[in-house]
């Protein structure tokens, strides 16, 4: 079981900063999902418009979802499903244990799954003799590292080639060990060997879902290796993890998502398998699973209902605010500590594991609205940290000392007079020591700042001061007339 | 039980008990009626536009097209395509009438065995319900004559699209499944492209656990 270390965020992030293999990575990667969003988001002049239309849809989803849950589960049933409900990851585990257990499974395939690496469902199955085997590439590499994942949609993002070369040749000894890995694709030629293997023997396949579908007791996945689709077809059962928030209502609701989805996360218009699934095999039918289980798991997202954590329920895991986050870029997905890193991340980790053990994520945000302004869904992500920022202070889990000085500021914001005169004072001051060289390399209680920069000097007025003095001169009304 | 306690917490977080029975009857309703949302202008166009579009589309996700006149051209082509990339003469093809219906004595050096696909099938020939320009996307439902691992197993799958089965968007497609099928299949693969992936370092590579090269025959049926 992989532990949080969510609560060392600082220490995290100052090793990730001096990591250079992290940093090579973050460095080649980060860009290339921003360009290819771009550049996919450039092509379907819609696209704000299908923004608009994915959040109402899980709006709407959300505050219905007592009712579609119980319509997924009379169509799942239907279809020759069975649904397991879940209240958290104890019992989830416990299910799945069960059915494999019953299958009298040996091995599990295992396709991409983020609620899986939520409740530590590997773990488990091993604890019990039950071998489990990531097919996504990016997890198979995870799994051999026994690391978690450090993007939700790119697990090996923090990893290059020697990493692979290195991995691959620890764990599989039984190849020559004179084998060249000369570029990319010899790697996963050699996975798809390893795990084509894996795929025939396995006698259960695991995988998460993108989507439930109420109308019909669907669930979705949407790949672009294939693993997914071979782990749920081969073996001779299905178990689906799903949480509850994955529930839409109608094929025409999960289309209009998925046109946003791909484009959101990879730049891709569309992922290569889209993978709707109903049911066990049908009678005449040549392949296919003979049991399919969904594993329905609620593990805190019903507790977010109706708080003001409830947008984060729309997200479809799409990672673009991670892509897109400049904290991100610069530490990576570990230093959050847990499964779900980015600012999607800050805002669900306390959710699920408490703001005690996950205050540091929200607080890892420069509140540069960048997540927000590229979420698919619109999640307001800056917002909801703040809430998360404002509960820290609430049950005084914030440092004495920022306590303090937070005091001190409060005092002055609710004063406006008395908060003028003060910056008047310290920009005047500052003004006038900074005259010479227009900035600082270091000040009393700025060490923070400082540290890694020069503070630019004030230019010995304030913004109020300056305001006022334009507006007397007339300066302003021209400036707008221009 | 914790179907009870997980959907009487959410009610609590909706702080409302179930549902009205007219709210109920909304919601079925809209579930009947599926609604569209707004389906994107690209894909709205005349249907042999819209033939162009979905074989831009393919080769633009690293896929292959093969445009026909007719069913009877189909052995030709096939043959022809494997030939061309050096790939055994025999297959393993999807027990569907319209595959059946092919020609396929015309090239007697092709083999053929019917049925799902095994691990040791390296061409694979299936069958395409629907094909989607918007995306160029295949829609592959499972059935007795459609295998789902048809469309996984193989390194090379080839698949036959009737021009007539080509729409525009997925809710097009979709209205067709309901249509022809009744309810949902057990599996709806909507494929588009051959596998690949970016992990390795974020950079792409075709091929990963599906197919590696992905071939579409298109008889031009539609008129």
């Given at each position: 079981m992989h532990v949080s270390t969510a609560p060392a965020f600082k220490a995290n992030a100052h090793q990730a900063l001096a990591n250079p293999g992290l940093q090579k990575a973050l460095a080649r990667s980060g860009p290339s999902f921003i360009a290819r969003r771009a550049a996919a988001v450039a092509g379907l002049p819609e696209f704000e418009q299908l923004r608009d239309t994915a959040r109402d849809i899980k709006n709407h989803t959300l505050a219905n979802l007592d009712f579609y849950l119980e319509e997924y589960e009379r169509n799942v049933l239907a279809s020759g499903g069975k649904v397991h409900w879940c209240a958290d990851a104890d019992a989830a585990r416990a299910a799945v244990l069960e059915i494999c257990q019953k299958a009298g499974a040996r091995t599990v395939t295992k396709g991409k799954s983020m609620i899986g690496e939520e409740i530590s469902i590997n773990h488990h199955l091993e604890a019990h003799g039950i071998t489990p085997i990531e097919t996504d590439l990016g997890e198979y590499i995870i799994q051999l590292r026994d690391e978690l994942p450090s993007h939700i949609i790119a697990p090996a993002f923090h990893l290059n080639m020697e990493d692979w070369e290195e991995a691959f040749r620890k764990s599989h000894t039984d190849l020559p060990a004179d084998r060249v890995f000369n570029e990319r694709r010899d790697i996963l030629t050699e996975a798809r060997t390893k795990l084509r293997s894996a795929f025939l023997q396995a006698d259960v396949g695991i995988t998460g879902a993108n989507f439930l579908i109420a109308a019909t007791g669907s669930s979705v996945i949407v790949t672009n290796e294939g693993n997914g689709d071979l782990t749920q077809t081969l073996p001779r059962v299905h178990i689906v993890l799903a949480s509850?928030?994955?529930?839409?209502?109608t094929i025409e609701d999960c289309t209009s998502l998925l046109r946003v989805l791909a484009r959101s996360a990879?730049?891709?218009?569309?992922?290569?398998y889209t993978t709707f699934s109903t049911g066990a095999r049908r009678p005449?039918?040549?392949?296919?699973?003979?049991e399919y289980h969904v594993v329905l798991i609620d593990n805190g997202r019903s507790a977010m209902i109706g708080t003001e954590f409830h947008d984060m329920l729309r997200c479809i895991r799409c990672a673009a605010c991670m892509n897109h986050c400049p904290v991100y870029g610069a530490v990576g997905g570990h230093a959050y500590g847990w499964v779900y890193p980015g600012p999607m991340g800050s805002v669900l980790t306390p959710g699920l594991l408490g703001v005690d053990q996950a205050g540091h994520l929200p607080n890892a945000?420069?509140?540069?609205?960048k997540c927000e302004s590229v979420c698919p869904v619109r999640i307001p992500l800056p917002k909801l940290m703040r809430h998360w920022r404002e509960r820290e202070f609430e049950r005084h889990l914030t440092p004495a000392v920022m306590r303090t000085n937070l005091a001190i500021w409060a005092w002055f914001a609710r004063r406006p007079q008395m908060y003028r005169m003060a910056t008047g004072i310290a920009a005047r001051a500052l003004g006038w020591l900074g005259r010479?060289?227009?900035?600082?390399k270091s000040l009393p209680f700025a060490g923070g700042w400082t540290e890694g920069r020069d503070l630019p000097a004030p230019e010995g007025e304030t913004f109020f001061a300056r305001y006022a003095r334009e507006q007397r001169q007339g300066l302003h009304r021209q400036g707008h007339n221009r | 039980m914790s179907r009870d306690a997980i959907l009487n917490a959410v009610r609590r977080g909706l702080k409302r008990g179930p549902l009205p029975a007219d709210q109920i009857a909304m919601l079925r309703g809209r579930m009947e009626l599926h609604p569209r949302h707004l389906i994107p202008a690209r894909s709205r166009l005349p249907h042999p536009e819209q033939v162009d579009l979905f074989v831009r589309n393919v080769e633009k996700e690293f896929g292959s097209v093969a445009r026909v006149p007719d069913l009877d051209s189909v052995p030709a082509a096939v043959a022809d395509f494997l030939a061309a990339q050096n790939l055994p003469t025999s297959f393993v093809m999807a027990p569907h009438p319209e595959l059946r219906a092919v020609p396929w004595s015309n090239r007697p050096l092709l083999t053929i065995r019917e049925g799902r696909a095994q691990a040791t099938d390296q061409v694979s020939m299936q069958h395409a319900f629907a094909g989607i320009a918007e995306t160029g996307t295949l829609m592959l439902p499972s059935a007795p004559e459609r295998p789902t691992t048809l469309n996984l197993l193989a390194d090379t799958e080839i698949v036959l699209l009737r021009a007539?089965?080509?729409?525009?968007?997925y809710e097009e497609a979709w209205d067709r499944l309901r249509a022809d099928m009744g309810g949902m299949p057990r599996n709806v693969m909507l494929v588009t492209g051959p596998s690949r992936s970016a992990d390795i370092e974020q950079t792409l590579e075709l091929g990963a656990h599906g197919p590696r090269q992905l071939h579409v025959v298109l008889v031009e049926d539609a008129g």
């Open positions: 509850l928030e994955k529930m839409v209502p990879t730049g891709q218009d569309f992922s290569v005449g039918d040549l392949d296919g699973p003979e945000s420069t509140f540069c609205g010479k060289k227009r900035s600082f | 007539s089965r080509l729409v525009g968007a």
